[in-house]
């Protein structure tokens, strides 16, 4: 029997002979308990348990977080399945053994008296509902879906996997899941995981993921389940260390920021490259030509800046003469010397040296009072490190350095750069880098964002960044050498996944390979996955899309969409009036359910924005949030990545391709554009398309 799909009003059949309405009955039920465990935090008084106000703060937000992870969202489904094993979970599987039957969900939820009701996802017992199959049953007799309407549970379809006579069938309440209109922020994929991707998000803490997957295959849903799922996992040492995920700008994060809070996982801070390396004393007023940024953002910096701190170094010229009482303690040059030499040659930051620099000295002052007889304790070895002359000496052997006034010295100062870059950069590249008209001040300063990443790599070479325990980066293959360095400085004593697609590279200094790439994170030794089965871009749309590929991102594998939507592309030459056909277009798409992404070049959205508002359509922009009522997005190509609409009108194709700085840029932004509908493309165009997406291109 195949898997099939039952769609009953409970009230049409008795309680015993309708299975439909007893999954109701269960889902009302489970929503009491949930009502109940979130009654029963609510109702804590801390009066008793408290040993004071600090405490008392700590615990109530800690029980404000746990009111808020118990929320029941009104059309979130509680639970999106049912396991039937064919023995008890860990029992010998011996013959009549009793099975157990599990509702799988969003989070745990359980009766008065403890018993489960709803499993969360991510416990090891739920896993078969992700991996098993035919092939591969793992002991599970049923696996049961259900569907949604509105938050109302409508259906349910069945597999028999530990059956032979049932064949292997497409699920067609999975399909209609990823399928469902996209209305409002980034939803999660729980209930679709696929088990590729389930065996990336169940992968361990310890170790560091490079997902290379093509649009449409889930990488960022994948991204931001492994985090749930990891919390869930080492949730003490997570608590302790924290978890970020990083995303290319401001309107993505706003697009994702619902999808971990839906999962119960409240604790997760978000935030951008530019953000991680801001400071509060600094801004951003400038901007890079793409050339002098590719110079800023390569790795060789690091190595400019290294040498720039440490040339602050110098050996001492003259002894250092301590005098304690009636007592002088002298310290020959050559000896302070070699304390400096020492601290250079050993691993750690210029300004743990510097600390330890004093300590060092007095040690050899201490070294000779028991020479001298005396007994001199701790005590007497902190005072001489506080004493005026070793401070001097400290001062002028190894001064501080403030990393903002370095950088500034360095893109102002030609022989300052020139005497750190020689061997490293040629004159041309430190040409690139130098300011015309120079800065007197760091707070006068133009700076760009590459600089401030400069910054940031200068501040770590003094003092150590904060690691946290998990970082997730979505859309990586935009990162520079130098950012992938600041993001790694915040995992070094964690693990990272990185998430991205080489064909999406639309930066100049765009991502080449992934091994180079985690190289520069500091995870040379993370697995890298590819997900290459698509599952929210149609067929059609992505083989047109991919005609792109030999010349954006040669031997990279295409995606396979497991979705043929028949009459889901539209590519039209207008023969004039373009602005008349674009409106007519989302007219046109408005029709449908779902969100609609109007995507054209950056240079043209001001006047497309105008004919909008002119025909009567109002349009939101990327980052603020559909509605029923709000559903056209207005879209300029440059932040269209990592977006997605039921519907996409794009603009003028060869229009995009000419807004970024060389061909193969413009191409790759062209592929970002022609990959964000779920449902249906219309590309229009009165210039004629890019060589590779003409009709005689093979």
Known sequence: MPAHAHVTDPADAPAATDPLGRERAHLAASRSALRAMREDVENLDLRDVTANWVNAIVLQAQIDDRIKALADLAHTPLFFGRLTYLHAPGAELAEGAEGEQFYIG????????????????????????????????????????????????????????????????????????????????????????QPEQDEIVRSGLSGSVCVQGGPGTGKTAVGLHRVAYLLYAHR????????????????????????????????????????????????????????????????????????????????????????????????????????????????????????????RIAHAVLVRM????????????????????????????????????????????????AAHADGILSAAEQELLLWAKPARSTKTAKWSAADLVLIDETTDLVERTHSLGHVVIDEAQDLSPMQY????????????????????????????????????????????????????VPREVIAYASRLLPSI????????????????????????????????????????????????????????????????????????????????????????????????VLHEPAEVVAGEPDERTGLRRLYVCLTRAVSGLTVLHTTPLPKPLTPTTP
């Open 236 to 359: 003490d040492r997570l608590a302790r260390t924290g978890t970020l995920v990083i995303g290319p700008n401001r309107s993505f994060l706003h697009y994702i920021e619902q999808v971990l809070p839906a999962l119960g996982e409240l604790e997760v801070k978000q935030a951008t490259v530019d953000d991680l390396v801001a400071r509060a004393d600094l801004e951003v007023r400038g901007t890079d030509p793409a050339e002098t940024a590719v110079v800023k953002g390569d790795a060789r910096m690091a190595e400019v800046l290294r040498r720039a701190v440490h040339s602050h170094v110098s050996e001492p010229v003259e002894p250092l003469m301590v005098v304690r009482g009636s007592r002088r303690w002298r310290v020959p040059a050559y000896e302070i010397a070699e304390i400096v030499t020492e601290l250079q040659n050993r691993d750690i930051r210029y300004g743990a040296a510097r600390d330890a620099l004093p300590q």
């Open 106 to 193: 969003r989070r745990h939820v359980h009766d008065a008296g403890g018993d489960p009701m709803v499993i969360d996802w991510r416990a090891p017992v739920s896993q078969p509902f992700y991996r098993a199959s035919k092939n591969d049953p793992q002991d599970i007799g049923l696996r049961r879906r259900f569907g949604y309407t509105g938050g109302e549970l409508t259906a349910y379809e069945d597999e028999h996997l530990s059956d032979p006579a049932e064949a292997a069938a497409v699920s067609k309440l999975l399909q209609q899941e990823i399928e469902r209109p996209r209305v409002g922020p980034m939803r999660d994929i729980v209930a679709t995981i």
């Open 370 to 417: 028991e020479q001298a007889g005396e007994a001199p304790d701790d005590r007497v070895q902190d005072a001489v490190a506080r004493n005026p002359a070793v401070k001097a000496v400290v001062k002028a052997v190894w001064p501080l350095v403030e990393p903002p006034k370095l950088v500034l010295r360095l893109l102002s100062d030609p022989e300052f750069l």
């Open 485 to 536: 360095r600041a993001v790694g400085r915040r995992c070094t004593t964690g693990s990272a996944t990185v998430l991205g697609d080489l064909a999406q590279g639309t930066t100049p200094w765009a991502t080449r390979s992934w091994d180079e790439a985690l190289g520069h994170l500091g995870k040379p030794g993370a697995v890298l996955e590819e997900l290459t089965a698509g599952f929210r």
């Open 553 to 648: 991102s040669p031997g990279l594998s295409p995606v396979s969409s497991v979705r043929e939507t028949p009459g889901s592309l539209i590519v039209s030459e207008v023969a004039s009036d373009l602005p008349s056909a674009v409106i007519a277009a989302c007219r046109a798409s408005l029709v449908h359910e779902g969100s609609i992404g109007l995507i054209a070049a950056d240079a043209r959205i001001p006047e497309l924005g105008e004919a909008l508002l002119a025909a009567g359509l109002p349009y939101l922009s990327p980052g603020e949030e559909t509605t029923a009522e709000s559903r056209l997005t207005l879209v300029p190509a440059s932040l269209a990545k990592g977006l997605e609409y039921d519907y996409v």
